[in-house]
C-alpha cells in the first residue's frame, strides 16, 4: 500500500468530494476509486438481487464479488460507473440509493469485506481515492490525506441542483434532512465514524469554487512531491 502513491479524499455527502477526486485524476492520469459509491452498489446489487439489508450474510457475498469498474469523463466533472456490464451512475445518485447505502456502511463485515477490494485499486501510475475513511482507515500511509466539508445547507443545494439538472424529481427540504440525518449516523457510528485524519488538510468548501479546491489540493500535492 505504502509502495504507490495514494491522495485520500473524505468529506461529508456533498462537500464536493466527487467533483475534485475526478478533476484530480484526470490532472494527475492516476487511477480512481469512489469508495462511497461502492457501498451505493453494494445497496444497489442488493436490491437488483432481492438481498434484505439486514441479511449481512448475502451483503457480504455482494460485496466481495461486485464487478465495477470507474472512469472518469472527458470534459466532464464527474465518474461514470459501471456494475455488472450496466452503465447506473444515475441509479446511484438517488436518495433512497444513498440512504440504503449509509445502512449498508454501517455493517462491519461488509466494510471488511470491501477493506481489501479498495486496497486492490492501487496501482503504480497513483491512486486518488473518494470516501469517508479512505484516509483514517483504507490508507492511513496515504501520502497526502485532503478533508472537504461545508454546510449542510450548502450541500443541500448542490444536492439538489444536481438531481433537478439530470432530471430527477428532488425535495430540497427532504434532501437538507437526509443529509443531516446521515451525517449523524456517519459520525457517530462506531465502525469507522467519519473524522478527518489527524494529518488530514482540511478545507471547508462552502464559499469556495471547484476550481479553486482543485487548485488548493493540487498545491498540497506539489508539495508533497506527486506531481
Not at 502513491?5 to 477526486?21: A, Q, R, Y
Not at 436518495?95 to 485499486?121: I, N, T
Not at 439530470?166 to 449516523?185: C, E, N, P, T
Request: aromatic share 4%; with cysteine.
Amino acid at each position: 500500500m505504502g509502495r504507490f502513491p495514494v491522495i485520500t479524499v473524505d468529506g461529508p455527502s456533498g462537500s464536493g468530494k466527487g467533483t475534485i477526486c475526478s478533476l484530480l485524476a484526470r490532472e494527475l492520469g492516476w487511477n480512481l476509486l469512489d469508495s462511497g459509491a461502492l457501498y451505493r452498489l453494494v445497496a444497489l446489487a442488493a436490491r437488483h438481487h432481492g438481498v434484505a439489508l439486514d441479511d449481512v450474510d448475502a451483503l457480504v457475498i455482494l460485496a466481495a464479488h461486485l464487478d465495477v469498474q470507474f472512469s472518469t469523463v472527458e470534459d466532464q466533472n464527474e465518474v461514470t460507473i459501471i456494475l455488472e456490464g450496466e452503465e447506473v451512475s444515475n441509479s446511484l445518485r438517488t436518495e433512497d440509493c444513498g440512504a440504503d447505502a449509509s445502512v449498508v456502511a454501517s455493517l462491519g463485515p461488509v466494510r471488511d469485506a470491501l477493506l481489501e477490494r479498495q486496497r486492490a485499486f492501487v496501482t503504480e501510475l497513483g491512486l486518488i481515492a473518494d470516501g469517508r475513511d479512505m484516509g483514517t482507515v483504507v490508507f492511513p500511509q496515504a501520502e497526502l490525506k485532503v478533508y472537504l466539508t461545508a454546510s449542510a445547507e450548502e450541500r443541500a443545494n448542490r444536492r439538489y441542483n444536481q438531481l433537478i439538472n439530470k432530471g430527477l424529481g428532488a425535495s430540497l427540504q427532504a434532501i437538507l434532512d437526509d443529509i443531516q440525518a446521515r451525517d449523524a449516523r456517519d459520525m457517530n457510528r462506531a465502525v469507522a465514524p467519519l473524522k478527518p485524519a489527524k494529518d488530514a488538510i482540511s478545507l471547508d468548501t462552502t464559499e469556495l469554487s471547484i476550481e479553486e479546491v482543485l487548485a488548493s489540493v493540487l498545491d498540497q500535492a506539489r508539495h508533497k512531491g506527486l506531481r
